[in-house]
């Protein structure tokens, strides 16, 4: 059996379990598996990042910051785009399917011991993401890695990648977010998430409306953690345009950064970048080190974001970003005006059915000439009927397309017309990644061709 075979058959056997959307506060039952593995994420450096938008982006920058400053770093986001390996980096590259077969076989048989546990208290086995979490923390501590940076999977407290201790809390900005499972007011939202701050850590928060600001207070003064907040003890002082990205001058904790290029769209990605920098001075030095000038270029200058305003096709233009809620929609429509220099921009949408579709709906019309409606390739879709009858609702018209090759040929072909055209495939981190490998399976900047 080949290296990829073995790691696929590790994602199916991860896929056999509760799925990712199978939700309960019980990070007990992981920490039990990684107590008989020897606790594997003690054995590094954490940088620990929640919030609702902007948290893979701002994991990838202080990932890169990090790598430029000499040291070996893991990183673990979800969801994937294309593959699941994307989701463990070691080192900035997607782990080898050698690693992920390996690193299972070391935990394989202390599953069945807690699964067994699990039984006989009468609770349900081991779910798809305690496992992958587990994977990924052992991964890390088998490469092994100085600092792992590590995105929540859902809110904070409970959630199992709370399991390791951060040095390191980081917020990105929240909004309203999963309120049937993280609680039906932004403050018992934000009192979840601020769950990863622990005794004696650095905090550091981008913005945040008053109420959540005060709850981050609250909690990080109960830990005697410190705690830092964008437009207070950092900032984007300055952001141009430039070409293939935009120009930041950031006040950090420790120093000021002027003129960096971060080969990113949107406003908000400048935001994000002011965070990680903050990030990673409090890791490195706290207030008393800034980072040298060549590291926060080489660090920035490296930094991706694959399936976030990201530039898929040529002639005409095509961009992807998953946009997957209300918050993140308007960040997408903010950027297409301050960002890109069209008349006209065509969206392909396509929303899974546990998402707030009304409300990226809501966000992204006034942005939008043509709505091409389709459906991501998931049993949790929502329906590309269901869609164009939102948009229709609201006084413009969708047409419908039953596979997102489908909508992306009409959504091209409409923007190909003129110059001052162009397509942005947004709605879902599902879609987003199917747009991607589309992309590149039709070669989509060699250009249109009829």
Do not use: C
Request: charged letters at 25%; aromatic letters at 6%.
């Amino acid at each position: 059996m080949s290296d990829i075979e073995r790691a696929d058959a590790v994602y199916e056997a991860l896929l056999s379990r509760a799925g990712e959307r199978w939700v309960q506060p019980r990070k007990e039952r992981t920490a039990r598996l990684l107590a008989l593995l020897d606790d594997p994420q003690r054995t590094y450096r954490v940088i620990h990042i929640t919030g609702t938008n902007g948290k893979t982006s701002t994991a990838r920058m202080i990932e890169s910051l990090l790598r430029a400053h000499g040291l070996r770093t893991g990183l673990f986001t979800s969801p994937h785009l294309e593959r699941f390996t994307e989701r463990i980096m070691i080192d900035g590259e997607p782990i080898a399917d050698a690693a992920v077969a390996e690193v299972w076989d070391e935990i394989e048989p202390f599953v069945g011991i807690v699964d067994a546990e699990l039984e006989a208290a009468g609770d349900a086995p081991l779910t798809f993401f305690e496992l992958l979490t587990v994977l990924a923390f052992l991964a890390a501590a088998d490469a092994p890695v100085d600092v792992l940076v590590l995105e929540v999977g859902m809110g904070g407290s409970w959630d199992s990648t709370n399991t390791a201790d951060g040095d390191v809390a980081v917020f990105t900005p929240i909004a309203m977010d999963h309120a049937d499972r993280l609680g039906d007011t932004i403050e018992k939202i934000a009192e979840v998430k601020a769950g990863i701050i622990k005794d004696g850590a650095a905090v550091v928060s981008a913005q945040q409306p008053a109420e959540v600001a005060a709850v981050l207070r609250r909690v990080a003064e109960a830990h005697d953690a410190s705690i830092a907040f964008e437009g207070d003890e950092f900032g984007l002082v300055d952001q141009r345009l430039a070409v293939g990205g935009q120009q930041l001058t950031i006040r950090g904790l420790a120093g000021q950064y002027v003129d960096e290029y971060l080969p990113q769209y949107g406003a908000h990605q400048g935001h994000n970048a002011a965070l990680a920098v903050a990030a990673v001075e409090a890791l490195i030095g706290g207030a008393a080190q800034a980072i040298a000038a060549d590291i926060l270029s080489e660090g920035l200058q490296n930094a991706t974001s694959p399936g976030r305003l990201q530039l898929l096709g040529v002639a005409p233009t095509v961009v992807v970003d998953a946009a997957h809620n209300p918050h993140g929609a308007q960040a997408l429509a903010q950027s297409l005006d301050d960002s890109f220099d069209f008349d006209e921009w065509g969206l392909v949408l396509g929303v899974l059915a546990d998402k707030d579709a009304a409300g990226i709906v809501d966000r992204l019309l006034p942005a939008v000439t043509e709505i091409f409606a389709t459906a991501p390739d998931s049993d949790r879709a929502n329906d590309a009927d269901a869609v164009a009858d939102l948009v229709e609702e609201r006084g413009r018209r969708a047409s419908v397309h039953s596979t997102l090759a489908e909508a992306a040929d009409a959504a091209r072909e409409w923007a190909s017309q003129s110059e001052r055209r162009a397509v942005v495939i947004a709605g879902s981190v599902v879609l987003a990644g199917e747009a991607i490998m589309l992309a590149e399976q039709e070669d989509w900047k060699s250009g249109w061709r009829q």
